[in-house]
């Protein structure tokens, strides 16, 4: 299901408004800042603070969260958690915008959703009200091993996880225990590949390269838009079970350090255990979660991820 012409001009328009009141200054903490937590798209106060009043840039304290939030009882089974907290680097406007896109998404096709920063969620209890899972724009090493351990038992037994461009981890240089680099099953078995660096923001080419796939239905054959180009350690073109579905073309743009010589997925998918898991590189800023082509890719990303399509995941192989 797609969102007809007219209405994906109205959720852009709105989009675009969200991208801009996340580029505005900071609230200072203390103010009356809206909690993160809910299912409506608002939020954003708790992790301004944690960044010392900047628009971008390192948490300041980052800290692991002990006591679950506060779910509400209405929330129907079988929906979305929308996850965005960051121990590590941080993009206020494009948290703030993406976790409008995605809520916008998802109350536009009555999927019941709820948005958080509280890395305690990550419990047994909570995690069975959700079918899906979107690490959003996350970074650093943000759960205890109890948590952890909650979260890969969801996956392994059935859910489904979307994560997207900062949630691909953390370059190893980062110091631990900041770093997602140390929580080694979210890199090598759910992600699948580690981030390393990326280029400046600049205008280049996205090739689909799997066009049958629901995920990328309705996208243009090759996307150009400027983005914060990933590059990862390795290609997942190269391990078995992996479906590529979006490439870099780094003739398009310069990569620079960040070069995957000419192989470069951008986005995939994969099965981890009876769950799947589908991430994009795409993403960076704010402003970019005002453009239809990442709309759409996330719209079908997200009802990939919620439906029982019965595919190879479901069988554990």
């Not at 799997?210 to 400027?226: C, E, F, Q």
Request: with cysteine; proline share 7%.
């Amino acid at each position: 299901m797609t969102f007809p012409n007219l209405q994906r001009q109205a959720l852009g328009a709105l989009f675009i408004a969200a991208a801009l009141a996340a580029q505005q200054p900071p609230v200072p903490p203390g103010s009356g800042a809206p909690s993160p937590e809910g299912r409506g798209p608002g939020g954003g106060g708790r992790g301004r603070g944690q960044l010392g009043g900047q628009a971008a840039g390192f948490v300041v304290a980052p800290v692991i969260d002990t006591v679950a939030p506060e779910i509400p009882a209405d929330l129907k089974p079988g929906g979305i958690l929308i996850f965005s907290k960051t121990s590590g680097f941080r993009e206020e406007a494009a948290i703030q915008a993406s976790n409008v896109a995605l809520a916008v998404i998802a109350k536009t096709h009555n999927w019941p959703y709820f948005i958080t920063e509280n890395g305690a969620v990550m419990n047994a209890a909570q995690l069975a009200k959700f079918k899906l899972v979107v690490w959003n724009n996350t970074s650093g090493d943000s759960l205890n091993d109890a948590q952890k351990a909650a979260f890969q038992t969801w996956v392994e037994n059935g859910g489904s996880v979307l994560g997207t461009h900062g949630a691909g981890g953390d370059p190893v240089a980062f110091p631990a225990p900041r770093t997602v680099s140390t929580w080694k099953w979210f890199i090598e078995t759910l992600l699948g590949a580690q981030f390393t660096s990326h280029s400046a923001i600049m205008p280049g080419d996205a090739h689909v390269v799997d066009t049958k796939s629901p995920i990328t239905k309705g996208l243009p054959a090759v996307m150009h838009r400027a983005d914060e180009w990933y590059a990862f350690t390795e290609s997942v073109s190269k391990k078995p079970g992996y479906h590529v579905l979006i490439t870099a073309d780094e003739k398009s743009y310069t990569p620079g350090r960040a070069t995957m010589e000419g192989d470069h997925p951008l986005a995939w998918w994969h099965c981890v255990g009876k769950g799947h898991v589908v991430y994009s590189a795409l993403g960076h800023g704010g402003m970019m979660y005002a453009e239809t082509p990442l709309i759409q890719l996330y719209e079908n990303a997200m009802a990939w991820g919620l439906a029982e399509h019965g595919h190879a995941c479901a069988a554990g192989k």
